[in-house]
């Protein structure tokens, strides 16, 4: 069939009433499919089933240095995962913190430091109505946070080599901009990593804020599909060469390379940034779940170790990937009414369909029993200025289901862009 935008009212309407059949006929199907979050599937779950039985009275319970990890203390995780982090992150183990299953909650307590305590200059909630550099598409869980303490998110665009570098640059002229978050490779959701080139801009920034804060969530930095990877540049070595040390906060965790309900998470930062988080820690815990941390270095005892549990990973999540991707050009190729991210990694991908479609097609979803991520929520607010973009997350679902909710989505973009065509 031909590219809808050149077609003729007249076939417009044909084509649309061959779509509502198809459509009809899918939801006679009663699905119950979900493609909403990028959660990783059973059999991903099931690499790392080994993972609890790695301590106990029979294997100790002491690590490499002799720390007890049934007792209290260890404010900052044990030593080998924090030797693990620090070579996945690029710094040095003594700038690492290792806690606990999630990296938003170490996040959340970050943007919480600094609106209460502040980070030199004074509680943020102090200074008036603070705003946050949202570049989107992006991860709405980030965003959220923001939201929680009423700040003002402002939205930048996502090009293809990271934030829009111009609009960042200017709007940190402003010292209420307190900070942006950043998800650096294979970018939630559009599956970018970023350039050399935007990430020695960002850490050469001069903000008029001097508390200001990059949130560099390196959800992904591990997670590629192929044998290939990325490069990305080394941001807190960049921070160091233009006098910046202290204005990248790193996180990464073991959520999608062990159980995301029982994995690690970690914060890296500069000296004078982990001693003030950690002054923070004195108060708020006695220390992290160390014995879920020790089953972690056993199972992962090393970069070489990591690198095999992610490459099991990869070859799960690949044909997923492609599977989907095969329906989309299959369907929506010649079409004209939709793009899409062919991401080398990471656990998303990114759709555009015509402006003003995007809400249309999450209700068709619904209807023909398919749920996906809301439309809008990659965007401040959930707010999507185009109501364009479609955050598609192919890891749970089995491969067959896949196809199947797939083809439901591609007929409900073609349904979404023909009810507009046709109007």
């Not at 996180?251 to 159980?259: D, G, L, P």
Request: charged fraction near 25%; proline fraction near 5%.
């Amino acid at each position: 069939m031909a590219n809808y935008l050149s077609m003729t009212k007249e076939e417009l309407a044909v084509e649309f009433e061959t779509v509502k059949h198809e459509f009809e006929k899918i939801k006679g199907a009663k699905l119950s499919l979900d493609m909403s979050r990028g959660k990783p599937g059973a059999d991903q779950l099931d690499l790392s089933e080994e993972l609890l039985g790695l301590v106990s009275a029979k294997t100790g319970f002491k690590s490499e240095n002799g720390t007890e990890t049934r007792n209290y203390g260890g404010l900052d995780g044990l030593s080998e995962l924090k030797k693990l982090f620090g070579e996945v992150l690029g710094m040095d183990s003594e700038n690492v913190i290792c806690g606990g299953n999630s990296s938003l909650n170490m996040m959340f307590d970050t943007i919480t430091q600094g609106m209460v305590t502040g980070f030199g200059e004074g509680p943020w909630m102090t200074q008036g109505k603070v705003k946050f550099i949202c570049p989107s598409p992006g991860y709405d869980r980030h965003f959220g946070i923001c939201e929680y303490y009423g700040m003002e998110l402002i939205m930048v665009k996502n090009t293809e080599t990271g934030p829009d570098m111009d609009a960042v640059e200017e709007l940190v002229k402003d010292p209420l901009v307190k900070g942006m978050w950043c998800v650096p490779k294979y970018s939630n959701p559009t599956g970018i990593t970023y350039s050399d080139e935007t990430v020695k801009r960002i850490a050469a920034l001069k903000p008029a804020a001097k508390d200001f804060r990059v949130m560099w969530d390196n959800a992904y930095v591990v997670h590629d599909l192929y044998n290939t990877t990325d490069p990305l540049l080394n941001i807190y070595e960049e921070c160091v060469k233009n006098g910046n040390e202290d204005l990248v906060f790193q996180f990464t965790s073991t959520s999608k390379i062990t159980y995301p309900g029982a994995g690690v998470a970690a914060e890296a930062a500069s000296p004078n940034n982990i001693k003030m988080l950690k002054a923070r820690m004195t108060v708020q815990t006695i220390g992290p779940d160390k014995v879920n941390q020790l089953c972690h270095a056993r199972m992962i005892p090393s970069i070489e170790a990591l690198a095999k549990q992610m490459k099991r990973h990869a070859d799960i999540l690949r044909p997923k990937f492609e599977a989907c991707l095969k329906q989309f050009s299959d369907a929506l190729g010649d079409k004209g009414i939709a793009t899409w991210t062919t991401p080398k990694g990471g656990y998303f991908i990114s759709m555009e369909v015509l402006s003003g479609c995007a809400k249309r097609v999450g209700e068709l979803c619904k209807e023909a029993g398919l749920v996906i991520t809301a439309p809008g929520a990659p965007f401040p607010y959930g707010l999507d200025p185009e109501d364009s973009n479609l955050r598609i997350a192919p890891s749970f679902p089995g491969v067959k289901e896949l196809a199947v909710a797939a083809e439901v989505l591609c007929v409900a973009v073609k349904y979404a862009a023909l009810e507009k065509l046709v109007k």
